[in-house]
């Protein structure tokens, strides 16, 4: 397997807050890759880092062997990097079918609001992309009348309409219904494997982790403290105490600092 993200010695703190203190992380093309920790540990600032929103103080980030460091972040969306966020970023006056459409616009170099309506063939691939997330029905709802995983969904969708290689997404389960949460997992790896997406996600349960990560990266306190398969890292008498006992207990995610629009 080779590394389809290479990220050597990342190091950026805010103020007295070590947010990355050394990440080194090498993520294989085709893996599902799952980050887990405490809030506060500094995830979002890695997915802010390797897109773009936020450039380390120190270390390096490749992407299929080429530096991306420092890069804005729609000159990475063109590498092929895409992201969704734990707050998603939809443009709420619009409605499902017009928000991907602008997403596909924008995989065309037309970033604007009114774009979706200019062009039907811009429509009609934003009508395929949310029949293969099952958001079919809901193409002519407004985007602010989604319930949350239908809103993950669609942020997701919109993060796959710009066609990317690797995928990051912050917490693409948090604020779900319990009842709904596998299904809607089950839906983005279907539709991720099947456009051979390499995918990061973060993930606060541990059920999916389990289920779906093909690796675990443990995050604490900027640095990373364990990387492996779950059935292993999950099992680490030191993760459990330190993490998963901390997500057993429920703090719930706060919205982290430092996330901002799509690029
Ligand atoms: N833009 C920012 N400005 C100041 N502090 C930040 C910013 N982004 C993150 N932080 C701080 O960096 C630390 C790591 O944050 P974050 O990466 O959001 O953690 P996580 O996603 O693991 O909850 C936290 O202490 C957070 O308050
Ligand atoms: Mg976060």
Avoid: C
């Avoid at 895409?82 to 970033?111: C, K, M």
């Avoid at 089950?186 to 996600?201: D, K, N, P, S």
């Avoid at 973060?202 to 982790?209: K, L, Q, R």
Wanted: net charge neutral; glycine share 10%.
């Amino acid at each position: 397997m080779t590394a389809l993200l290479e990220a050597r010695g990342l190091r950026l703190a805010f103020g007295g807050v070590r947010a990355a203190d050394g990440i080194d992380l090498d993520v294989m093309q085709g893996e599902f890759l799952a980050i887990i920790g405490p809030n506060g540990a500094g995830k979002t600032t890695f997915i802010n880092m390797a897109t773009g929103y936020l450039r380390p103080q120190a270390g390096s980030i490749a992407y299929e062997g080429r530096p991306i460091t420092g890069l804005s972040p729609r000159a990475i969306v063109r590498r092929g990097i895409a992201r969704s966020f734990q707050l998603p970023q939809l443009f709420t006056e619009h409605t499902v079918l017009e928000n991907a459409a602008l997403a596909v616009a924008a995989r065309e170099g037309i970033w604007s609001p009114l774009a979706p309506l200019l062009r039907p063939r811009w429509r009609e691939e934003a009508a395929a992309l949310l029949g293969s997330f099952g958001l079919a029905a809901l193409a002519d709802i407004r985007a602010d009348a989604l319930n949350e995983g239908a809103r993950k969904l669609a942020d997701i969708a919109m993060a796959v309409a710009l066609r990317p290689r690797l995928l990051l997404m912050d917490e693409p389960t948090s604020g779900v219904a319990a009842a709904e949460k596998m299904g809607i997992v089950e839906t983005l790896v279907r539709v991720l494997r099947e456009a051979r997406v390499t995918a990061v996600f973060v993930e606060h349960d541990m059920e999916v982790v389990e289920r779906f990560a093909d690796r675990v990266a443990v995050w604490s306190q900027g640095r990373i403290a364990a990387l492996g398969p779950p059935a292993r890292v999950l099992a680490d008498p030191a993760v459990q105490r330190e993490v998963i006992g901390i997500e057993k207990a429920g703090a719930p995610p706060v919205p982290a600092a430092g996330e901002g629009g799509h690029a």
